[in-house]
Nanobody, 123 residues
């Protein structure tokens, strides 16, 4: 059974930091690109960051570059999203998703999704 479980979301102050974790099971993480997406109320789901199976290639949305860092530990079936310099506009439900091969930033290309973890940044 495929499972993707996010954790680490919290309420933080403007300028604060959080690290989100994504633990997967039921498929071989090694061959999957993992992406983080987020969705704020009333907004569409948007791409945040992705990391290829080797961990050597990463992709970031413009708003995330320089503030967020994505990393992975395939031995632990875990992908991390370190977020710093958080702003109120970073508030949203953050999802982790897995894509078999490829390196798309489009949500429709990801096969497996978690339920999300809530990040709220107060002003």
């Amino acid at each position: 059974q495929v499972q993707v479980v996010e954790s680490g979301g919290d309420l933080v102050q403007h300028g604060g930091s959080l690290t989100l974790s994504c633990v997967t099971s039921g498929f071989t993480l090694d061959y999957h690109t993992i992406g983080w997406f987020r969705q704020a109320p009333g907004n569409e789901r948007e791409f945040v960051a992705a990391i290829r199976y080797s961990g050597l290639t990463t992709y970031y949305a413009t708003f995330a570059r320089g503030r967020f860092t994505i990393s992975r530990d395939n031995a632990k079936n875990t992908v991390y999203l370190q977020m710093g310099g958080l702003k109120p506009e970073d508030t949203g439900l953050y999802y982790c998703a897995a894509q078999d091969g490829g390196a798309s930033m489009k949500a429709e290309n990801y096969e497996y999704w978690g339920q999300g973890t809530q990040v709220t940044v107060s002003s």
